[in-house]
């Protein structure tokens, strides 16, 4: 499927459409009670309404806003964002959405224009919008000019990630921002620990075994921050096709330097990988499949990687004992 089908398929245009008349009502009705600008809270509003796209930032979100917002993840665990095309039921929940946060640096990349349409009319706030441009993984192994938008699985990114969810919370609504700021530096004292944890685990890998090969380059910021050489068979979007080619590479690899083990992701089908395993296998090395990580999802609830320090956790966990 290309782009240009997708932006002229006639259910697109309907929803696009739904899309703008909401916003129009939306517009007008705040305007005839004339409680304030949408950019701040309304006196007599009770809870912040706030829509994520996937489930990391709304658990990030919760953490910081508290009792303070409501939050509702338009994606649910195992979806790939990549791919990730907005209902019509999601439309109206952005719509009727006080605040939004996504990942941004296209992680949605088939949301960019209705994000774009929502971000003239209410806070849209790329959550990754604070981190330094100059520590995004970009180059030629990220499709040309485009940064990796992976950014969760470096702990510190997170951490910026949770600045701009205070500063966000705290411009919308000034009387609660001591309550965020709270929220946001208990949560920031977790991070942090969280990321020693992960530096810490990673040791128990012997360093010639620190070799992560997964579905799809999730783990770019994962690898740079916690000293791991990461391939992926799929390269940073799912979007983009692998073929013959990528397979054999990865699995010429995985021979020569006698990878142990390569891990599936859960929003990402394991089918890929499994030919890279046969492929290694023909050739007389034996490649397990060291578990599955929670890549651009986090897990279901009662999964145990449910909230992203589980999952992170979980994640790390996976690799270690595989590796190790
Ligand atoms: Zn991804």
């Known amino acids: 499927m290309n782009q240009s089908k997708i932006k002229k398929s006639p259910l697109q245009r309907v929803k696009m459409t739904l899309g703008v008349l909401a916003l129009i009502l939306v517009a007008a009705c705040s305007k005839v009670e004339g409680d304030g600008t949408p950019a701040t809270r309304g006196a007599?509003?009770?809870?912040?309404?706030?829509?994520?796209?996937?489930g990391m930032i709304a658990d990030l979100v919760k953490e910081i806003g508290g009792t303070e917002v409501n939050t509702v993840a338009l994606m649910q665990p195992g979806v790939d964002p990549h791919l990730f095309k907005a209902s019509q039921?999601?439309?109206?929940?952005?719509?009727?959405?006080?605040?939004?946060?996504?990942?941004?640096?296209?992680?949605?990349?088939?949301?960019?224009?209705?994000?774009?349409?929502?971000?003239?009319h209410k806070p849209t706030v790329p959550v990754s919008k604070d981190i330094d441009q100059a520590v995004l993984r970009s180059g030629a192994d990220i499709n040309g000019t485009q940064f990796d938008p992976h950014i969760w699985f470096d702990v510190k990114h997170w951490i910026s990630?949770?600045?701009?969810?205070?500063?966000?919370?705290?411009?919308?609504?000034?009387?609660?921002?001591?309550?965020?700021?709270?929220?946001?530096?208990?949560?920031?004292e977790k991070l942090n620990a969280l990321d020693a944890e992960v530096k810490e685990k990673i040791n128990e890998i012997p360093e010639s075994g620190r070799v992560l090969v997964t579905a799809h380059d999730a783990f770019g910021y994962f690898g740079d921050a916690y000293g791991m050489k990461v391939m992926g068979l799929q390269g940073i979007s799912t979007a983009a096709e692998y073929g013959s080619k990528d397979v054999s590479k990865l699995r010429d690899y995985l021979v020569e330097n006698?990878?142990?083990?390569?891990?599936?992701?859960?929003?990402?089908?394991?089918?890929?990988?499994?030919?890279?395993?046969?492929?290694?296998?023909?050739?007389?090395?034996?490649?397990?499949?060291?578990?599955?990580?929670?890549s651009d999802s986090m897990g279901e609830p009662g999964s145990g990687a449910d909230t992203y320090i589980t999952m992170v956790r979980h994640n790390v966990n996976t690799i270690v004992d595989a590796l190790k």
């Not at 007599?44 to 996937?54: A, G, S």
């Not at 205070?166 to 208990?186: G, M, V």
């Open 161 to 188: 990630a949770a600045g701009t969810v205070r500063d966000t919370l705290s411009e919308y609504d000034p009387n609660h921002a001591d309550l965020y700021k709270q929220n946001a530096e208990a949560y920031i």
């Open 44 to 54: 007599e509003q009770e809870v912040i309404q706030v829509v994520t796209t996937t």
């Open 258 to 294: 006698k990878i142990k083990a390569v891990f599936v992701e859960s929003s990402v089908p394991p089918k890929a990988m499994e030919a890279v395993i046969a492929g290694a296998k023909e050739k007389g090395h034996i490649v397990k499949i060291g578990g599955e990580l929670y």
């Open 89 to 120: 039921g999601d439309i109206q929940k952005l719509d009727k959405a006080d605040i939004i946060f996504y990942g941004g640096l296209h992680l949605e990349g088939k949301m960019t224009e209705i994000l774009e349409k929502l971000e003239r």
